[in-house]
Antibody
């Protein structure tokens, strides 16, 4: 059974930093691309970032590029999201998602339950 | 950047058919995926590759994609289908994932 367990969310002041983690199990982690998707309170889904199975390719939404860094440790079956220079607009529930990807197709077949990030003074 | 447009809300009576659209420029040339999200829960994949269903998703859920519109169809709607539905594509020109704004399905 695929399981994705996010952690690391919390309350942070504007301009601060936070690192999210996602512990994965139930599949061959190193063979699967992964991603972070967020959802602001009462709003829709917003893709944040993605990373290939090897970690060699990374992708970012324009809204977070230069501030967020996605990474993975395949020896620990764990996905990370380092978030810097946080603003109120980053307040959201952050989901970790397992990706199915080919050259022209990219979708999310499993999702975690999310970790809440609140940016406020 | 590629934009996906969904109606904010759709209402349907139990037992009837719900149709949720997802519009985008020549979306028929892309693979469209659909997610169901019930209140307080994580999204669940219900349709991938335009019309394929993951295991465990009822046959009542189907999808199609042509021209400028992709469609999620839910037949014989049940109260438990009430949820937000999101379409999603991969925009290869920007290497970005794109979600539609979501459609709230209300079962009357």
């Amino acid at each position: 059974e695929v399981q994705l367990l996010e952690s690391g969310g919390g309350l942070v002041q504007p301009g601060g930093s936070l690192r999210l983690s996602c512990a994965a199990s139930g599949f061959t982690f190193s063979s699967s691309a992964m991603a972070w998707v967020r959802q602001a309170p009462g709003k829709g889904l917003e893709w944040v970032s993605g990373i290939s199975g090897s970690g060699g390719n990374t992708y970012y939404a324009d809204s977070v590029k230069g501030r967020f860094t996605i990474s993975r440790d395949n020896s620990k079956n764990t996905l990370y999201l380092q978030m810097n220079i946080l603003g109120a607009e980053d307040t959201a529930l952050y989901y970790c998602a397992k990706v199915v990807s080919t050259a022209m197709v990219y979708y999310f077949d499993y999702w975690g339950q999310g970790t809440l990030v609140t940016v406020s003074s | 950047s590629f934009v996906l447009t969904q109606p904010p809300s759709v209402s349907v009576a139990p037992g009837k058919t719900a149709t949720i659209t997802c519009g985008g420029n020549n979306i028929g040339s892309k693979s469209v995926h659909w997610y169901q999200q019930k209140p307080g829960q994580a999204p669940v994949l219900v349709i991938y590759y335009d019309s394929d269903r993951p295991s465990g998703i009822p046959e009542r859920f189907s999808g199609s994609n042509s021209g400028n519109t992709a469609t999620l169809t839910i037949s014989r709607v049940e109260a438990g289908d009430e949820a937000d539905y999101y379409c999603q594509v991969w925009d290869s020109s920007s290497d970005h994932v794109v979600f539609g704004g979501g459609t709230k399905l209300t079962v009357l």
